[in-house]
């Protein structure tokens, strides 16, 4: 399978057919399901409900990698062959860059959490001058006179291209408005923007002075985009419809 999850012996974990190092086949490690089943567990863990797995995470949001597999186990009696190494590797090969592993071996969500984590230790090097949040028309005008706080996360996210912005607003709205987001500013006013990925990056707050000019490209979803929004939103309208039955009398 293409999304299979293997190891290496010279260059280590990859996700593929083969090492694209040097072509060898390497050893399977995890399953494309089993990276899915695993790799929602930790999201769940590391950015919305740790209390809900009787897990601590630091300030900075990061738990050692030791303590979060025997509860993986528990949950998943399925997964009763995980061991650290297949959470590093799994975090190490993700191809959204969701997760952080550390010299401690310690891991932690790079991006949207729930929860409120403190971020201030990501880099703030490397960020360009101009970057890119999706709304929607009727909100535009709103944060044009009030600027942008946390919503549904804790931080901002802010996209490098136009396109990811849009890309990533699909997951939540049919048709999103890209705006620009003039970091230099942000920046001189004494707000930092952290680097969390090579396309994802958290501030504070926008005030409204900051807000830029709207975005008038044009985007196509790739086949796979399509798929994969497709999934996210049919996952949350099953999340949504079982938590009205619940609070239903």
Not at 76 to 96: C, G, Q, S, V
Not at 111 to 135: A, E, R
Not at 147 to 172: E, N
């Amino acid at each position: 399978m293409a999304n299979e999850l293997k190891n290496c012996m010279s260059h280590g974990a990859f996700r593929g057919p083969e090492c694209p190092a040097c072509g060898n086949q390497g050893k399977l490690l995890m399953r494309e399901s089993e990276i899915e089943g695993v790799g929602r567990i930790i999201a769940g863990m590391l950015r919305h409900f740790p209390e809900n797995y009787g897990v601590k995470l630091d300030d900075h949001g990061w738990v050692r990698i030791y303590n979060i597999v025997p509860v993986i186990k528990a949950q998943r009696k399925n997964f009763y062959w995980l061991t650290p190494f297949h959470i590093e590797a799994l975090a190490m090969t993700d191809p959204k860059q969701r997760y952080q592993v550390n010299s401690d071996h310690e891991i932690r969500a790079a991006y949207g959490h729930t929860i409120p984590v403190n971020m201030d230790d990501l880099p703030t090097d490397d960020v360009p001058s101009k970057l890119y949040y999706q709304t929607t028309e009727e909100e535009l005008e709103f944060i044009r006179e009030t600027g942008i706080s946390p919503s549904d996360k804790s931080w901002i996210h802010l996209s490098l291209t136009p396109r990811q912005a849009y890309v990533s607003g699909m997951f939540h709205i049919d048709s999103p408005t890209v705006v620009e987001i003039d970091i230099d500013g942000l920046r001189e006013s004494g707000r930092q923007t952290y680097r969390a990925t090579d396309d994802v990056f958290l501030v504070k707050e926008i005030p409204p002075e900051f807000v830029g000019e709207k975005m008038t490209d044009q985007f196509e979803l790739t086949p796979e985009e399509q798929k994969e929004i497709k999934w996210v939103r049919g996952r949350m309208e099953r999340k949504l419809n079982r938590e009205n039955s619940r609070d239903e009398p």
